[in-house]
């Protein structure tokens, strides 16, 4: 069985930090890797793409994918309190199918 | 929400009970899915489509099936409402010939469903 892990939080930083998101993965030929916001009672939103081992930048938001290690984060620069949601991993499947960890709860406070 | 609706948004019903929900693009996507999502379970892919009329299961199918007629909507079907199938139903959308966005997915708004 596929699994991805993230730590459910809470995480809470206070505004104008570095939020940092972690999530592993248990198979090591996954592909692609994708980081989701959802805010309470709202579906998720893609915020983050990425397929190759490095960073990959797009605003304040900042992936980092190790196939190395399995291991796949996010850093939220100047964190704002609208930056306060659940973010979710997601890798994708053999179906073409996504497998979504749990999702790590951020709480930014003012 | 990419061009994805769902209907019903909210459905309440009763234990033993069809129930249909619809999800309906405009997005020419040619994959389609259902995912269903519960504390402490996350999201888990329940049935999904790579085509008209070519549909497959997931994870946690049993108890639902799905039907695709048009490119634009895919259908899930409850044949019987449990109580243990009462959660919140995402459909997302995705198009595979996409190579630079290979397997982004764009979810719809959802359906909150409650058996009762």
């Known amino acids: 069985q596929k699994e991805v892990e993230q730590n459910s939080g809470p995480l809470s930083v206070p505004e104008g930090a570095i939020a940092s998101l972690n999530c592993t993965y248990s198979?090591?030929?996954?592909?692609?890797f994708f980081w989701y916001r959802q805010y309470s009672g709202k579906s998720p939103e893609l915020i983050m793409s990425?397929?190759?081992?490095g960073d990959k930048e797009d605003g304040r938001f900042t992936a980092q994918l190790n196939k190395a290690s399995q291991y796949v984060s996010l850093l939220i620069r100047d964190s704002q309190p609208s930056d306060s949601a659940t973010y979710l991993c997601?890798?994708?499947?053999?179906?073409?199918?996504?497998?979504f960890g749990k999702g790590t709860k951020l709480s930014v406070k003012p | 929400d990419a061009g994805i609706t769902q209907s019903p948004r909210h459905k309440v019903t009763e234990t033993g009970t069809p129930v249909t929900l619809r999800c309906h693009q405009t997005?020419?996507?040619?994959?389609m899915y259902w995912y269903r999502q519960d504390p402490g379970h996350g999201l888990r892919l329940i049935h999904y489509?790579?085509?008209?009329?070519?549909?497959d299961k997931g994870e946690v199918s049993d108890g639902y099936s799905v039907s695709r007629s048009k490119t634009e909507d895919f259908l899930l079907t409850l044949e019987s409402a449990t109580s243990s199938q009462t959660s919140v139903y995402f459909c997302?959308?995705?198009?595979?010939?996409?190579?630079?966005?290979?397997?982004?997915?764009?979810f719809g708004p959802g359906t909150r469903l409650t058996v009762l």
């Open positions: 997005e020419n996507h040619r994959y």
């Open positions: 997601a890798v994708g499947g053999s179906q073409g199918n996504l497998i």
């Open positions: 198979d090591r030929g996954s592909q692609s």
């Open positions: 990425i397929y190759s081992n």
């Open positions: 489509s790579y085509g008209v009329k070519d549909t």
């Open positions: 997302a959308i995705s198009e595979p010939w996409d190579r630079e966005n290979k397997d982004e997915q764009f």
